[in-house]
């Protein structure tokens, strides 16, 4: 049973990456503006996304803390982050930021069989990210995502 005011018992609070070099997934996602959390540290860094958080922690330390084996760097993709903008051009601007900053374009801005703009870049340890523009979206002012009726 969940309280309606919490939310389902399953939602995301946290999505925590397992890094391979933390200092410098750290750079990567300062230079693309994310600011830390006062509670990052030299083993952690955290970053508040407006109700939740999204974290860095050493890959191996992460299997530890979970119990599993270490997936080696660059062994597939599992799942992909996502980013919906709320401009068309937002989409290059971000990709080309991310670029800037260390990332790899995976995947160039194009158009999606869904409609709208979209295009894919990789993080220094390999991670997914989708930079989308969806015009069935709508984003708030918190950037939080509301499907169009």
Do not use: C, H
């Amino acid at each position: 049973m969940t309280d309606s005011k919490a939310g389902p018992d399953f939602s995301i609070s946290f999505v925590t990456l397992g890094v391979m070099d933390l200092a410098r997934s750290r750079a990567f996602y300062g230079a693309l503006g994310f600011v830390e959390n006062s509670r990052s540290n030299d083993q952690v860094v955290f970053y508040d996304l407006g109700g939740q958080v999204f974290a860095l922690f050493p890959r191996t330390a992460l299997a530890e803390d979970a119990g599993v084996a270490a997936a080696p760097p660059g062994s597939g993709i599992g799942f992909s982050l996502a980013r919906n903008v709320s401009k068309e051009s937002d989409v290059q601007r971000l990709l080309d930021r991310a670029e800037k900053a260390g990332g790899r374009i995976t995947q160039e801005a194009s158009s999606p069989p869904w409609g709208g703009l979209r295009g894919y870049f990789a993080d220094p340890d390999g991670f997914a990210w989708e930079i989308t523009w969806n015009p069935g979206i709508e984003l708030d002012v918190d950037g939080r995502v509301f499907f169009k009726d």
